[in-house]
């Protein structure tokens, strides 16, 4: 069954530096997401990402995040200089098209900000 | 904007016995689609079952059924013959159905402990 990936599955980084989390959705689906999630807290959406372009970011997802589709098949999301805030899990997404189809969710990567 | 509310941060069952987990949400959408997702300590999310707004029949899922009263904006999940697999957070989610964004927005979460 196709599933989506993310690497690494822990990142540990210094205040202020950068940091580029990377995942690949599964081969054919055309919507592509990213989602954070601070420890005990709900999922929260940051930015959406359709026809090579964001569709929608949230408040969240500021200057210092960025998101890329480099080569047809990674998905990156870039925070330029970390802050001990943006400690979290952050989950990648991709959805095949609109409608009743389901959002398929990769592993998370836990980004810990020392 | 549109909001979903989970009003219980946490449920217990116990093994084989049916539990229920609230969902209320707050929109002005007519066309929209409603989730439950599942993550277990992995912390993985995994779909649980799906509504959409236009149908009136209740969606289920082998031991999982929804109760959608879209009037009341509710949507709530029912969890029967509970095994101890099912422990995990719980978290209701809402998706518009116009746009080209679909992204998902969540309510808090439930947590579901299953007592053996």
């Known amino acids: 069954e196709p599933e989506v990936t993310q690497t690494p599955s822990h990142q540990v980084t210094q205040m202020g530096q950068e940091v580029i989390l990377r995942c690949v959705p599964i081969s054919n689906h055309l919507y592509f997401y990213w989602y954070r999630q601070i420890l005990g807290q709900k999922v929260e959406f940051l930015v959406s990402f359709y026809n090579n372009e964001i569709s929608e970011k949230s408040e969240i997802f500021d200057d210092q995040f960025s998101v890329e589709r480099p080569d047809g098949s990674n998905f990156t999301l870039k925070i330029r200089s970390t802050k001990l805030e943006d400690s979290a899990m952050y989950f990648c997404?991709?959805?095949?098209?609109?409608?009743?189809?389901?959002?398929?969710f990769g592993p998370g990567t836990r980004l810990t900000v020392l | 904007a549109q909001t979903v509310t989970q009003s219980q941060p946490e449920m217990s069952v116990q093994e084989a016995e049916t539990v229920t987990l609230s969902c209320t949400y707050d929109?002005?959408?007519?066309?929209?689609?409603l989730f439950w997702y599942k993550q277990p300590p992995s912390r993985q999310m995994i779909l649980v079952i799906r509504?959409?707004?236009?149908?009136?029949q209740n969606a289920t899922e082998n031991r999982f059924s929804v109760n959608f009263q879209k009037a009341a904006k509710s949507f709530s999940l029912k969890i029967s013959d509970s095994q101890l697999g099912d422990a995990a957070m719980y978290f209701c989610?809402?998706?518009?159905?116009?746009?080209?964004?679909?992204?998902?927005?969540f309510g808090q979460g439930t947590t579901l402990q299953v007592k053996p």
């Open positions: 929109t002005s959408e007519s066309d929209y689609y």
């Open positions: 989610a809402y998706r518009t159905g116009s746009g080209n964004t679909g992204k998902l927005i």
């Open positions: 509504q959409e707004a236009y149908k009136q």
């Open positions: 997404a991709s959805m095949g098209s609109q409608g009743y189809n389901e959002q398929f």
